[in-house]
């Protein structure tokens, strides 16, 4: 068991994102944001700017003309997507070489999170909900919990492994039951430290239990977090340490009325983004598919 | 069909890889590469072997039928197994392989914990695989497939030796 204020160290250790993206955060909540509140938001962080701009230019976003300020690119893609932009950018360098303890490289947990933040997106089209505001951050940050407790991980690993692979318990229990704690409940922790809106804390702490969310206005996008997460597992973006030890809640699939065929189509239409996304960032370490 | 640990067979480490991506077919005739795949979770890869030829081939596909989406098949057929599979062989043939002399072995198609099998895309992956080859009367030789487990599969190209690295350790396909 972890003692709760050594987990509290190790939040307080993490590399934060920049304050930019903080500011971004409050902007893009609110209706009377314009581009010149965006681009002063961002223009004191030069390496953000620079950033931002690479992902706006990538073929992600297929624009037609390179955009070379944070003006134009609000102009062009408007501030949700420059909001994703930004964390996009800040977040991918926050992320060290390798998480200790889920045995996992920067460069495959990185598309990890870039496919749970696409296809929580395209999920949420194919089934033509209405996609709830934050969806894609929600999706890019779902697991920053691995950030502060792969440490700890790595000594109980032993155990964790023995649970998942002598009794098959399911990987998140397992980390539950040997550390008292799991990464969806530290990431919730993570969020809040990082002053990030409280929808993306919400997704993180409920995505591998969506039917104990406590606020119905959340259920959509935890239920939507919840599956692409099951999803890019099952495509084999992200394996760590737990590999495909993970169970999908069927209700959260119920509730968003997901079909086979959906999951299909969605899976082979994402492809090439979630590649495209996740090279503009590569991180440094290991081998991803 | 049960695996062997790698280590008692005593490998030899080549000097060249070859990566396949997923939705990506890889042939080679050069014995000293290694085909690899990596991470593949409800993906299935089929690994074809000429010994005669000393030719292998390798495809990752990630769904099984192209119906799914007959635009992306006709962009990448290697994505499905139904259009895919058939490329590999045809692939093969083009490094003057012949059919008879080609050994087949599989690995992939796991699952997550999921009651109602919706996500369960192994599965059908894995089924879609057997009636294709059977009907093209084509045999598995070995296999490794279903489960929790994520599967990294290398191909040696001058023996066929296969190898799947899963849960830790590292075993003989």
């Known amino acids: ?289 | 069909m049960t695996a062997t640990p790698a280590a008692a067979v005593g490998a030899r480490q080549p000097t060249k890889q070859l990566v396949v991506d997923i939705s990506e077919i890889k042939v080679c005739a050069d014995p000293d590469t290694t085909i690899v795949t990596y991470a593949l979770g409800s993906c299935i890869a089929v690994m074809v072997y000429d010994p005669v030829r000393q030719a292998a081939g390798m495809i990752h596909y990630l769904l099984p039928l192209s119906k799914a989406s007959p635009a992306k098949a006709a962009q990448t057929p290697a994505m499905f197994a139904d259009t895919g599979v058939p490329l590999l062989f045809e692939s093969m043939y083009k490094l003057s392989c012949q059919k008879k002399d080609l050994i087949v072995k599989v690995a992939g198609g796991g699952a997550l914990y999921d009651d109602k099998g919706t996500f369960n895309i192994g599965k059908r992956n894995y089924t879609v695989l057997r009636k294709l080859l059977w009907k093209n009367n084509v045999i598995i030789k070995r296999e490794d497939v279903g489960g929790t487990k994520s599967r990294t599969v290398r191909m040696h190209v001058g023996s066929g030796r296969v190898t799947v690295h899963s849960h830790g350790e590292e075993m003989e396909l």
């Open chain 1, 1 to 289: 068991m972890i003692p709760t204020d050594a987990v509290v160290a190790k939040v307080d250790a993490l590399p934060t994102l920049p304050a930019a993206v903080s500011r971004l955060a409050a902007l893009h909540g609110s209706e009377t944001t314009s581009a010149s509140d965006f681009e002063d938001a961002i223009k004191p962080d030069p390496a953000l700017t620079a950033n931002l701009l690479k992902m706006a230019n990538s073929a992600y976003f297929g624009l037609r003309r390179e955009v070379d300020s944070v003006g134009q690119a609000v102009t062009v893609l408007g501030t949700k997507r420059v909001w994703e932009a930004a964390v996009t950018a800040g977040f991918s360098k926050t992320i060290p070489d390798r998480i200790p303890g889920y045995e996992v490289d920067s460069a495959v947990f990185w598309k990890h999170c870039i496919a749970v933040a696409i296809l929580s997106e395209r999920l949420s089209s194919q089934m033509e909900l209405r996609t709830p505001k934050l969806t894609f951050t929600a999706g890019l940050l779902h697991d920053i919990g691995k950030l502060a407790i792969g440490s700890f991980l790595t000594v109980e690993a032993t155990l964790v492994l023995s649970r998942m692979r002598t009794d098959e318990m399911d990987f998140v229990a397992a980390e539950r039951e040997v550390l008292g704690t799991d990464h969806a409940e530290v990431g919730a922790t993570v969020a809040d430290k990082w002053g990030l809106p409280e929808a993306i804390g919400v997704g993180a702490r409920w995505h591998h239990c969506p039917d104990e969310v406590p606020n119905e206005e959340d259920q959509v996008l935890v239920d939507l977090v919840h599956v692409a997460d099951a999803l890019a597992h099952t495509l084999g973006y992200g394996a760590d340490v737990g590999e495909l030890a993970r169970t999908l809640d069927q209700r959260a699939a119920d509730r968003l009325e997901l079909t086979v065929d959906c999951l299909e189509l969605v899976a082979c239409n994402t492809l090439e983004e979630i590649q495209q996304v996740s090279e503009v960032f590569a991180p440094s370490g290991g081998a991803g598919k």
